[in-house]
């Protein structure tokens, strides 16, 4: 029985986001987050590829070892040695999915696979039957399903939902489309195939103009219960679907979106550190939910209404996400009442003179200087040491 009013997150980041450039990761590495994963909450992990190599083998099953909560995955081609390592991988999992992908868009049939629509149907069919023999749960994927033709997409469902898959992802594998196409895709095959009320649909986007998330959205609104992302929206080319932006709508706007989830929502930016440290690169400064600048303030109105409320100026809190606390940026916007609160945090109650004083200093350094540390708001203190200290 598929629950309705729960969506279910499958985290990628150590497969599709690991097979990114830039994101490699060691065993030790892929351990580390998958325990911090763990602590996050996700439902499903996606531990790697098991036939892809040798150390991805390792790390699959070093996972499905170590890790106790969430479902353990792996990827495996739609072929009976892929299947077979996925399994060997997972085995030792408390629970564990099978993850089967071919391509079912003409052009992937033709040009990457050159089989016919007929010989993808009957491999489809085979080899989901034969890991139906290995684990009781089988996710299928039509890759590149978005440019697939309709008619030959539900044939496709048809024929893995007869075989014995339990959840159908149908990826926007090139990150081509809107939502509102995601949407009417979705909502076009829950019309179309038999028995698929009974199938957990899932929803897997790439962001190459950017959409990723939007889709996602779009998709959950068509009836998608389960999720695929990557912290930090890492994953091949522009990256997956950001898993921190799709828990904070679902959060924040659970208004609109009243579903369950299990993400441990102050979990969110230590995933995201410690993923930034695993890789090569962190989270652009005005990332969404986890980037430096997602809860800076810098302009004086701005800076004066969130100290007043917060909510002026902000739909969620950094600590409701795990960011320590909020940041006022001190630059050349910044007001009076933001220099004044800094001071306080610093230990340093100015009178109105005072303050008065030390803003025209302050703004005289602001021009100079990009950005204003502690030891210089407190040089500003000592007229001659302001403007000691370099950017
Ligand atoms: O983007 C994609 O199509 C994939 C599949 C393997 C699910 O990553
Ligand atoms: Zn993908």
């Known amino acids: 029985m598929v629950d309705q009013n729960k969506i279910v997150f499958f985290d990628t980041t150590l497969r599709d986001g690991e097979q990114s450039p830039g994101c490699t990761m060691h065993h030790d590495e892929k351990l580390r987050m998958a325990h911090q994963l763990t602590d996050l909450g996700v439902d499903i992990l996606e531990a790697g590829f098991a036939i892809a190599s040798h150390g991805d083998f390792e790390s699959v099953r070093a996972i499905a070892s170590e890790i106790r909560g969430p ?3 792996s990827l495996a081609r739609c072929k009976r040695e892929d299947i077979e390592a996925a399994a060997r991988a997972t085995e030792p999992a408390d629970r564990s999915r099978i993850h089967i992908f071919l391509s079912t868009s003409d052009l992937h049939l033709a040009a990457k696979l050159q089989i016919t629509r007929e010989q993808a149907l009957d491999q489809i069919a085979e080899m989901v039957a034969f890991a139906r023999t290995l684990v009781d749960d089988i996710e299928f994927s039509p890759e590149d399903a978005t440019r697939t033709n309709p008619d030959f997409l539900v044939k496709v469902c048809e024929v893995a939902i007869q075989a014995g898959a339990t959840t159908l992802n149908l990826p926007d594998t090139v990150g081509y489309c809107v939502p509102q196409d995601y949407a009417d895709m979705f909502r076009m095959v829950r019309e179309r195939v038999p028995g698929i009320e009974n199938i957990v649909l899932s929803a897997h986007c790439h962001d190459d103009l950017g959409l990723a998330v939007a ?3 779009a998709a959950i609104d068509a009836g998608v219960r389960q999720v695929e992302c990557a912290i930090n929206g ?14 904070a709508v679902l959060t924040v706007r659970h208004d609109r979106f009243p579903f369950q989830h ?5 979990q969110i930016f230590a995933t995201s550190q410690m993923l930034s440290q695993c890789i090569s690169f962190g989270a652009a400064p005005n990332k969404a939910i986890v980037g430096a600048n997602a809860f800076a303030h810098a302009a004086g109105i ?3 209404g969130v100290m007043v409320n917060p909510l002026t100026y902000e739909i969620m809190t950094p600590e409701s996400v795990g960011v320590p606390k909020n940041s006022l940026v001190l630059g050349k916007h910044s007001g009076r009442r933001a220099l004044e609160h800094r001071f306080v945090e610093l230990g340093h109650t100015l009178s109105k003179e005072q303050l008065n004083e030390v803003y025209a200093r302050f703004t005289e350094l602001a021009d100079r200087k990009k950005t204003i540390y502690d030891q210089d708001l407190l040089g500003l203190l000592q007229p001659d040491r302001a403007a000691v200290t370099v950017s």
């Open 71 to 73: 479902r353990i995955a």
């Open 215 to 217: 889709n996602t959205i």
């Open 234 to 247: 890492i994953g091949e080319r522009a990256g997956n679907a950001a898993l921190e932006e799709i828990a």
């Open 262 to 266: 299990n993400i441990v929502m102050n």
């Open 302 to 304: 701005h800076q004066h």
